[in-house]
């Protein structure tokens, strides 16, 4: 029943009460986003989290998560609602992160952070 109703959220792109963060998004130069692919778009937490604070938002960096596919899908409109363009995104798929097979695409993604 859970799957349905995050599914549902994710492809009607709902927002929902999500609780308040500690950390203020000004503060920072480098947000890190991430969540996972529901319905080849973003979650419904995450999405509520950019409307409430994006324009508070200096450089983004994203990360997803995902069974097989959709995070292409998904970056479209995340750039989307965000107003600007996502240059780093780091996309697992669950056999990756079951078999451990991530460590070069993580390693590249850090390069951005450091
Ligand atoms: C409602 C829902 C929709 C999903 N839609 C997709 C999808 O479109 N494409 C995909 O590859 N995985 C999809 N998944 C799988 C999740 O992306 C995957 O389980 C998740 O990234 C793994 O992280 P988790 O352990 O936090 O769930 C979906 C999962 C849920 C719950």
Same mark, same amino acid.
């Given at each position: =029943? &859970?799957?349905?109703?995050?599914? /549902? !959220?994710a492809? &009607?792109?709902?927002?929902?009460? +999500? !609780?308040?963060?500690?950390?203020? $998004? /000004?503060?920072?130069?480098l +947000? +890190?986003?991430?969540? $996972?692919?529901?319905?080849?778009?973003?979650?419904? $937490? #995450?999405?509520t989290?950019? !409307?409430?604070n *994006?324009?508070?938002? *200096?450089?983004v %960096? =994203?990360?997803?998560?995902q069974?097989?596919?959709?995070?292409? /899908?998904a970056?479209? *409109? #995340? &750039?989307k609602? %965000?107003? /600007?363009?996502?240059?780093?995104?780091l996309?697992?798929?669950?056999? !990756?992160?079951?078999?451990? &097979?991530?460590?070069? *695409?993580?390693?590249?993604?850090?390069?951005?952070i450091?």
């Open positions: =029943m &859970q799957y349905l109703i995050c599914g /549902k !959220e492809i &009607q792109e709902k927002t929902i009460d +999500i !609780e308040n963060t500690s950390y203020d $998004p /000004k503060n920072y130069d +947000i +890190i986003l991430g969540t $996972p692919i529901w319905a080849a778009n973003i979650s419904s $937490p #995450l999405r989290y950019i !409307e409430k *994006k324009s508070d938002f *200096k450089k %960096l =994203m990360f997803f998560t069974g097989s596919s959709g995070a292409d /899908k970056i479209v *409109k #995340l &750039q609602l %965000l107003g /600007k363009n996502i240059s780093t995104c996309t697992l798929t669950s056999k !990756e992160v079951a078999k451990s &097979q991530y460590q070069n *695409k993580l390693d590249d993604f850090l390069k951005n450091v």
